[in-house]
């Protein structure tokens, strides 16, 4: 409960003292991960364009709870990260049928909460093969996935 509040109240002392209409709408805490939702007026401001604040803001919270508590968080404002997994979800679809046929794909560049998205449902689905983040020369990641477990 110490975490719950300590949390919960540190969020709370951020969004008052941000430009932002929002508000913590709920905080819950499961195995070690907390999970954070954040609605109001300025939700889309706060997601900015193509994701910018929210990657930061998560950066930044993620940093923080991980530093004090060593817990991990999925943060949502105004149902972005479930767009975002719908949208990961319907891209991996041709990721898949690649694999079906060929017993291997790789994704196109992936950024931030993206790629982190893509390796979950990848491996969830194929937890018998090889699924990893693979970085590229230029720095943009993208995930694999393999039929041998122990190669790249």
Known sequence: QNVKMGVENGI????????????????????????????????ALMIGREGYRYKALSYILHNWIKLKYDMSISLEIAEFLKNQKENVISYLESIKERVSQTGRAQTKPLDGILVKLALEEL???????????????????????????GSK
């Open 12 to 43: 709370k002392n951020l969004l008052s003292s941000s430009c932002y209409d929002l508000e913590l709408k709920s905080l819950s805490i499961e195995g070690n991960t907390v999970f954070i939702k954040i609605d109001g007026k300025d939700a």
């Open 123 to 149: 491996r969830r689905v194929y937890p018998d093969m090889y699924v990893a983040i693979k970085t590229l020369r230029d720095g943009r990641k993208v995930v694999v996935v393999n039929e041998n477990r």
